[in-house]
């Protein structure tokens, strides 16, 4: 079992950057996908980002391409969310996932999903 363990989540202002980890033991990452999502208050839990060991190919939500940017660490077992340019609406809990093989944009592609932190935007 992989057990992931989301950090890095604060109070920061519009415009401003922000990077979130996601730690992984027991297993490593290997070749499996990994993702972030992320839930805000009274909505449902939406795709952020993913990226892919296999082909390197990264994927992004409409609304964070060209803000953010998704990466990992096989060797650390660990993978990151680059966050610049924030606005108010990227305030939410954020989760990371891993475990995806054929899909990469619905929560129901990952086997495995961390605590989440929370990320809050100033206006």
């Known amino acids: 079992q992989v057990q992931l363990v989301a950090s890095g989540g604060r109070l920061v202002q519009a415009g401003g950057s922000l990077r979130l980890s996601c730690a992984a033991s027991?297993?490593?990452?290997?070749?499996?996908?990994v993702g972030w999502f992320r839930q805000a208050p009274g909505k449902e839990r939406e795709f952020v980002a993913a990226i892919t060991w296999s082909l390197s190919d990264t994927y992004y939500a409409d609304s964070v391409k060209g803000r953010f940017t998704i990466s990992r660490d096989n060797a650390k077992n660990t993978m990151y969310l680059q966050m610049n340019s924030l606005k108010p609406e990227d305030t939410a809990v954020y989760y990371c996932a891993a475990g995806a093989y054929y899909g990469y944009r619905r929560p129901n592609d990952y086997r495995y999903w961390g605590q989440g932190t929370q990320v809050t935007v100033s206006s």
């Open positions: 027991g297993r490593t990452f290997t070749t499996d996908g």
